[in-house]
């Protein structure tokens, strides 16, 4: 398992833009934590881990942002302790249709720690970026 942060983080926003772009709320959930505190774009705090995070987001890819896609790009990544990554993502999502019509940009931070298997967010805020 690496410890570069820069890859550690890499591989964290490849998983969900994959699970993303795929619509799969349970492989999205997967990179997330046993207990993970997720604020949304639109500030909504969620506590909880890879089941609730999976089945809100599977809510969203059914509904709101079906048929959407995401790109994500690590914007810098650092040790912040042993077993602990502190991130920042860039995003570009294109929603063909719902609250989020056309393409929109995120900055989001992660906090990523070593559990289980491999590394898995703890901490994740998602903030959109508005002209």
Do not use: C
């Not at 999502?93 to 995120?106: K, N, Q, Y």
Request: aromatic share 8%; hydrophobic share 40%.
């Amino acid at each position: 398992m690496t410890t570069d942060p820069s890859s550690v983080a890499a591989a964290f926003y490849a998983t969900i833009q994959r699970a993303w772009n795929a619509g799969d709320g349970q492989a999205f959930g997967a990179a997330f934590g046993t207990t993970t505190d997720f604020v949304d774009v639109r500030g909504v705090k969620h506590h909880g881990g890879p089941d609730e995070i999976g089945s809100s987001h599977q809510g969203i890819f059914d509904t709101i942002y079906k048929g959407s896609t995401i790109r994500y790009e690590v914007d810098g990544a650092r040790a912040v302790g042993d077993g602990v990554v502190l991130a920042n993502g860039l995003a570009t999502l294109d929603a063909p249709s719902g609250p989020l019509v056309g393409i929109h940009h995120a900055v989001s931070t992660v906090v990523l720690v070593t559990e289980d298997d491999g590394w898995r967010a703890i901490a994740f805020h998602n903030t959109l970026v508005t002209a």
